[in-house]
């Protein structure tokens, strides 16, 4: 008796829960999305997530767009904008554009956003992003320029990527929490719930501006967040949820498999390398001598890699930059085949004829790091493996205590090669090479105004920086997006979702 | 009754100022929080900076005075990460957190005391079989496993029930099961343990042979002595689901507590994991003492030792 009324709660409660549920949305026109990371601030100046990244080019917009196929640069805030000398850049600002909360968008918004955001102290989380800026200054209501501090051609790039215009007197109003709780831009879609980490209601900005974004057309969008991609994949079988990314190589060929879904892989700018301590910083370690560095390019299989893990779109990288970024030559690289047989001669050569032990450290992509380490073991290299979590491996770079390390970086979606060479090799707390002559091009490189001089520059660091085998750059990324056959979307090289792009099928 | 309960209370608020000392201070050697603040692109100087900005670099003790003292007002400081109040950011996600604890812990009661009781009345029998079969399973099978499994079957093959979230009770249903089946063995194993053990003591013979009706004799003179160590685990289960349900939490999407310590860990965002565990070690200290007053309360004896 008891049983039986035990199993009649779970049905009718069942029941009550699956009525109220919205299950197929298509016919609400509510896409409902899976995030994996927990966002920690909407504000897009206060995040350093991907999926900060997809709420930023949403909610907001920058003065500059960056056509993601053609990678071409048009007016989107701005109608129209030219560079007064090396450090000042004049925009004509859009007129008629209003925020979500209807506030009208003119030169104030642009000086207020770019000088909060320049100033340090302010705190904006990836500062490499907007500490190139010194100040805005208003000429008109629809003129502004922005001052620089010094040359930085990588300005027009940042303006159409991560620096987004922000509302002045709502800014001014609730500071970055306040923007976190109740995001307010100018963009294709207005937050209309935002529950920190957890859960994003989107809906259509129906005054959306003529944009080269271009107009929405799904009507709603809902994210939450699932941490467990397992958890996603029910979710997408039981009908509550409609489009999942960042899906495993392996979950996504047997979804692949499936009529009811559409699986589609694209590359991404994140690369994948071993970073070796050239410069001796965590003490005595044979990757001081260049042959051992070379040794340990030579061990690995980069294409097999590639092919039995990554899969997908993704591409062996012989640079320590992306290949699409500007300046990244991808000419200037020393290429290392794989050649086991090589390397342990190299290895003879440098004075370690059975090999040598070391400390290697990484972050994710375990099975990755433990493919590598077989081939280092191959020719000789033993390692000691420590598998950390990323905050507390940044630190230990920073302080210069790691001999070898499986890392990856994604540029933060900018297509200039500044984004991710510079960032690595000018003495900065994360550079284990302390190479000068590199230093010398990529000051030169990452300032000059001219194309032909930063790629000249580029090319001869990187020339450097392969050629001292001071990383071993391995492979590019990929991202799998995995939808319901009610959703059409084709995925851009940049891991960011755009939900402008959507339509339902 | 009143003296036991003082006592208590006393060994209560040291353990808690014991622990809140050890886990400000155990947080401090696990690395630079000056250096995880930072970031990539700082300076020596910045950081230097940095460490006069947040005071890092006064001694720890007056740092843990001025923290303890804040937190006693309910000021646990601004999350590194999320960059709100952590109380405000503990306190939505502990009311997942608790309701799945109570949830759990009282699923976990519900089935395995009178399990265990039936599993003892009849010992060797098929229900005892059953019981131990239960338990065991129980204890050998993974909590993501099983959350995976009861969400294939009841989310996906049969649709009763939602994948992940908490929006709704019916989202609380999956992980209230697992996370109660996990404590379900302990319980059920030290409630069949206790009751053999009372059922063939002298005074369970003596009310028999007076002829008192079994029902009371199992219940009123029997389970009253048996359950004694059950109150203690259960309290102690119960902080464990409160600090400890991770891995439930996760699978089932459900932003609680749990989670956020985890995740917390991993971004080295000190000021809410130092609130946590405080409040995590609050839960224990409460409910270990609660226990002590139960079982003071139901065995005499305990209040003279």
């Given at each position: 008796m008891k049983k039986s009324w035990f199993k009649t709660t779970i049905a009718s409660v069942a029941l009550i829960a699956a009525s109220g549920a919205a299950w197929a949305e298509k016919a609400n026109d509510t896409l409902r999305v899976g995030f994996t990371k927990e966002l920690e601030n909407v504000d897009s100046y206060f995040n350093s997530?991907?999926?900060?990244?997809?709420?930023?080019?949403?909610?907001w917009d920058g003065l500059i767009y960056r056509d993601p196929i053609t990678n071409e640069y048009s007016g989107n805030l701005a109608t129209s904008w030219e560079w007064i000398d090396d450090l000042t850049l004049e925009f004509k600002l859009r007129?008629?554009?209003?925020?979500?909360?209807?506030?009208?968008?003119?030169?104030?918004?642009?000086?207020?956003?770019?000088?909060?955001?320049?100033?340090?102290?302010?705190?904006?989380?990836?500062?490499?992003?907007?500490?190139?800026?010194?100040?805005?200054?208003?000429?008109?209501?629809?003129?502004?320029?922005?001052?620089?501090?010094?040359?930085?051609?990588?300005?027009?790039?940042?303006?159409?990527?991560p620096v987004s215009m922000y509302p002045n007197e709502y800014y001014a109003e609730v500071g970055p929490s306040g923007m976190g709780l109740k995001p307010v831009g100018t963009g294709p879609y207005k937050a209309v719930s935002v529950v920190p980490g957890q859960h994003f209601v989107l809906q259509k900005n129906a005054d959306y501006h003529d944009s080269p974004k271009g107009k929405a057309s799904i009507e709603n969008v809902d994210i939450r967040t699932i941490p467990d991609v397992n958890t996603q994949m029910a979710e997408l079988f039981?009908?509550?949820?409609?489009?999942?990314?960042?899906?495993?190589?392996?979950?996504?060929?047997?979804?692949?498999?499936?009529?009811?879904?559409?699986?589609?892989?694209?590359?991404?700018?994140?690369?994948?390398?071993?970073?070796?301590?050239?410069?001796?910083?965590?003490?005595?370690?044979p990757f001081t001598n260049v042959l051992v560095r070379r040794a340990v390019n030579h061990a690995i299989n980069r294409e097999e890699l590639v092919a039995a893990l990554l899969k997908g779109k993704s591409k062996v990288v012989w640079t320590p930059c992306f290949p699409s970024q500007f300046g990244c030559v991808q000419d200037a690289a020393t290429e290392y085949e794989y050649n086991p047989e090589k390397a342990k001669a190299l290895l003879a050569e440098a004075g370690y004829p059975d090999g040598f032990t070391t400390e290697f450290y990484a972050y994710r992509n375990r099975e990755y790091a433990e493919a590598i380490l077989s081939y280092l073991n191959a020719v000789g290299i033993k390692a000691d493996f420590k598998f950390l979590q990323y905050s507390a491996l940044r630190e230990l770079n920073m302080t210069g205590d790691v001999p070898l390390a499986f890392l990856t970086w994604g540029s933060f979606s900018i297509n200039d090669a500044s984004a991710m060479v510079s960032q690595f090799f000018k003495h900065g707390s994360l550079d284990d090479a302390r190479d000068d002559q590199v230093l010398a091009d990529l000051t030169i490189a990452d300032s000059a105004t001219d194309d032909a001089t930063r790629i000249e520059h580029y090319g001869n660091a990187i020339a450097r920086i392969?050629?001292?085998?001071?990383?071993?750059?391995?492979?590019?990324?990929?991202?799998?997006?995995?939808?319901?056959?009610?959703?059409?979307?084709?995925?851009?090289?940049?891991?960011?979702?755009?939900?402008?792009?959507?339509?339902?099928n | 009754m009143l003296n036991f309960i003082l006592k208590r209370l006393g060994l209560a608020v040291l353990v808690a100022f014991t622990v809140s000392f050890i886990s400000f201070s155990l947080l401090f050697m696990a690395g630079d929080p000056a250096v995880a603040l930072a970031g990539e692109t700082a300076s020596g100087e910045d950081i230097e900076a940095l460490r006069k900005l947040y005071g890092f670099d006064r001694p720890m003790l007056v740092q843990y005075g001025e923290w303890l003292w804040a937190a006693l007002r309910g000021d646990f400081g601004e999350s590194y990460y999320f960059r709100l109040p952590v109380a405000s950011l503990?306190?939505?996600?502990?009311?997942?957190?608790?309701?799945?604890?109570?949830?759990?812990?009282?699923?976990?009661?519900?089935?395995?005391?009178?399990?265990?009781?039936?599993?003892?009345?009849?010992?060797?029998?098929?229900?005892?079989?059953?019981?131990?079969?239960?338990?065991?399973?129980?204890?050998?099978?993974?909590?993501?496993?099983?959350?995976?499994?009861?969400?294939?079957?009841?989310?996906?093959?049969?649709?009763?029930l939602p994948p992940s979230g908490a929006s709704t009770p019916a989202h609380f249903i999956m992980p209230t099961i697992v996370l109660g089946y996990y404590a379900m063995p302990a319980i059920m194993r030290l409630t069949r343990a206790g009751m053999l053990d009372v059922l063939s003591s002298d005074y369970i013979r003596t009310a028999r042979a007076k002829g008192a009706p079994e029902m009371r004799v199992l219940f009123r003179h029997a389970l009253r002595n048996a359950i004694i160590p059950v109150v203690s685990l259960a309290a102690v289960q119960m902080g464990f689901m409160l600090g400890g349900s991770i891995v439930v939490e996760s699978i089932f999407a459900l932003h609680g507590a749990g989670y956020l310590a985890w995740?917390?860990?991993?971004?080295?965002?000190?000021?809410?994991?130092?609130?946590?565990?405080?409040?995590?070690?609050?839960?224990?200290?409460?409910?270990?003492?609660?226990?002590?007053?139960?079982?003071?309360?139901?065995?005499?004896?305990?209040r003279s030792s």
């Open positions: 997530s991907r999926e900060g990244v997809v709420l930023q080019r949403a909610i007129e008629g554009v209003t925020f979500h909360n209807g506030e009208a968008f003119n030169a104030d918004d642009v000086v207020y956003t770019v000088n909060f955001v320049a100033k340090e102290e302010n705190g904006v989380k990836t500062q490499r992003n907007v500490n190139w800026m010194k100040s805005a200054e208003k000429i008109d209501d629809y003129t502004v320029r922005i001052h620089l501090k010094e040359a930085f051609p990588a300005a027009i790039e940042f303006l159409s990527g039981s009908g509550s949820l409609d489009l999942i990314w960042q899906v495993p190589a392996d979950q996504a060929e047997k979804l692949a498999q499936m009529d009811q879904f559409t699986v589609s892989n694209e590359s991404t700018m994140r690369v994948g390398y071993l970073s070796m301590d050239a410069a001796g910083r965590s003490g005595d370690t392969t050629d001292q085998a001071y990383w071993a750059p391995m492979f590019s990324y990929n991202t799998n997006y995995v939808s319901t056959n009610e959703v059409s979307y084709t995925p851009t090289a940049d891991e960011v979702l755009r939900f402008t792009t959507m339509t339902w | 503990i306190a939505e996600r502990l009311s997942v957190t608790m309701t799945l604890g109570l949830c759990g812990i009282t699923f976990a009661l519900v089935t395995a005391v009178p399990l265990g009781v039936a599993a003892a009345i009849r010992p060797n029998s098929i229900i005892d079989r059953v019981a131990l079969f239960l338990s065991v399973a129980g204890q050998a099978m993974p909590s993501f496993w099983f959350g995976l499994i009861l969400i294939v079957l009841f989310a996906i093959k049969l649709g009763w995740e917390s860990i991993a971004r080295n965002d000190l000021p809410t994991v130092q609130a946590l565990i405080l409040v995590f070690s609050m839960f224990y200290i409460v409910f270990t003492f609660l226990a002590d007053v139960l079982n003071a309360w139901l065995d005499p004896r305990m």
